[in-house]
């Protein structure tokens, strides 16, 4: 197994090793090609989609991604035989897109320990309070409840379909933050602190950033329960890992793939398009460009690309969350930690256990820990779980990742209603496919092969029309 250079490792009394062992990094340096019907600009999970798509219905297609690996914002990480999931990870049945690969592929799911947590606790300003997770899960499906229910029915009317918010529904709720939202409300103690966390783990940024409106569209898609929610956020896993499911996609879009090139040019002349990068220059009639939102204003379109949708790709989410995994010298049992903004750590929760200890998974809000200081990831979750001893700690720096810049997606308040459109609406021959502007669950692998399977969809259409 080859080694990628994203991610890092950490013991104790040794310096940060960069670059973690993956299935994912492959070894294609160059295309034997210059020429294409199709170039797929990104081999995360909505490159792959939409290149198996379009692979698949005898189109020469060529991926060029600027890693040295595939999967993008998910990679497995592998170890003494465990794996270890350093970006995207939990998936649902409720997330039809990729329930639908899973299957399709043959894998396997396998649980969280903190999916049925038996214990959880809150780290507030007067302590940390341990009870059974059905107390605090109670907390927190009352004021998560009172928080989204904008219309006397827990949101269940106003949004009806997740997937299509209706412009009256972003008319009243879009301009708002989850600040402004958390202020309208009554909440207190415990529910105040529970929420607090809630909120600023899913948008990953201080609530005063983050859109009001995609707690909403998290909620909706939710089934409106908080419970419900929790089971599709972070409970079943693919057994196998993501990068499986990524492999599984490479090898059925029989495409040719060349990592290591970051695509600085994309041009359209006479209809046709060239994609550029410090080394090559593939031809081609159409393109998928599937870059991450935060990363597009890299890419110089010298044309074929309104001056509204330049606008629209320019203005970036705001998720800028950090995740570390941590194996620690004790089991913690079936646990989850919540602590409200602006602590460095919003949530802890254990993964599963190894040879009786814990494997734990971090997360907090705007880039706030150092992922290369093992004795700061201790010492924060020492505030959870007094006198813990971390052993080692695997991790990836999204969010200053040249081809991430963020965590998974949360718009501003306000973006939705100012760019979803622009972003979702082709520029044929340029076609656009990325998590960070799907319908449904957008920021999710789901929403990244809803996206692949919506622009192949419209690039064939346009190939079909042009012949
Ligand atoms: C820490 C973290 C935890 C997450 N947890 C979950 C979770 O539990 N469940 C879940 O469903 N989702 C989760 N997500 C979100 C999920 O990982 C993403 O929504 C999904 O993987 C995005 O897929 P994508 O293909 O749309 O975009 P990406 O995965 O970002 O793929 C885009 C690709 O484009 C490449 N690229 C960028 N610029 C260029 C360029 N100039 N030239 C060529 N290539 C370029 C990138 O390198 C990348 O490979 C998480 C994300 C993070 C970061």
């Given at each position: 197994m080859r080694n990628t250079s994203d991610g890092l490792s950490i013991a104790p009394g040794r310096a940060a090793t960069q670059g973690l062992n993956s299935p994912a990094a492959l070894d294609r340096a160059a295309l034997p090609d210059s020429e294409y019907d199709v170039v797929v600009v990104g081999a995360g999970f909505a490159g792959l989609t939409a290149a198996r798509e379009l692979g698949c219905r005898g189109l020469r297609v060529a991926i060029v991604e600027?890693?040295?690996?595939?999967?993008g914002r998910t990679f497995v990480a592998e170890q003494d035989g465990q794996k270890y999931e350093i970006g995207g990870t939990w998936i649902h049945w409720g997330q039809p897109y990729v329930w639908n690969e899973i299957h399709r592929y043959g894998l396997t799911i396998t649980e969280s320990l903190s999916g049925a947590a038996d214990t959880m606790s809150i780290l507030s300003a007067d302590g940390l309070v341990t009870d059974t997770a059905e107390a605090i899960g109670t907390d927190l499906e009352q004021i998560l409840t009172a928080y989204c229910d904008i219309d006397g029915a827990q949101g269940r009317v106003a949004f009806a379909n997740p997937h299509a918010a209706s412009p009256e529904l972003l008319a009243s709720t879009d301009a708002l933050s989850l600040a402004d939202r958390f202020a309208m409300i009554p909440a207190a103690g415990r529910q105040r602190d529970l929420l607090l966390s809630f909120l600023t783990m899913n948008a990953a940024t201080d609530p005063a950033k983050g859109g009001f409106h995609d707690q909403l569209r998290w909620w909706a898609l939710g089934e409106y329960s908080a419970d419900s929610l929790l089971k599709r956020l972070?409970?079943?896993?693919?057994a196998e890992g993501t990068s499986a499911l990524a492999l599984a996609l490479l090898k059925d879009a029989n495409a040719d793939l060349a990592l290591g090139h970051p695509v600085s040019q994309i041009s359209v002349v006479d209809g046709a398009v060239r994609v550029r990068t410090k080394a090559m220059e593939i031809r081609c009639k159409a393109v998928v460009v599937a870059a991450p939102l935060n990363v597009l204003g890299d890419i110089d379109f010298t044309s074929g690309v309104s001056h509204e949708r330049l606008a629209a790709q320019r203005e970036r989410h705001v998720c800028a969350g950090t995740k570390f995994i941590a194996r620690v010298d004790r089991s913690v049992g079936a646990w989850v930690g919540f602590a409200p903004f602006p602590n460095p750590l919003t949530m802890v929760v254990a993964d599963r256990e190894v040879g009786g200890k814990s494997v734990l998974v971090g997360f907090g809000p705007d880039d706030s820990i150092d992922l290369g200081d093992i004795r700061l990831i201790e010492s924060e979750l020492r505030k959870f779980l007094p006198g813990v001893v971390v052993e080692e700690v695997f991790a990836h720096d999204w969010t200053n990742d040249p081809y991430a810049k963020g965590g998974w997606t949360w718009f501003s308040p306000g973006q939705t209603s100012r760019v979803l459109n622009e972003l979702q609406t082709p520029a044929p021959p340029l076609f656009f496919a990325n998590t960070d502007w799907a319908s449904g669950w957008r920021g999710f692998i789901d929403g990244a092969i809803e996206e692949g399977i919506r622009s192949a969809r419209d690039l064939l259409s346009y190939l079909r029309a042009s012949r």
């Open positions: 600027a890693r040295d690996r595939i999967g972070g409970r079943y896993k693919i």
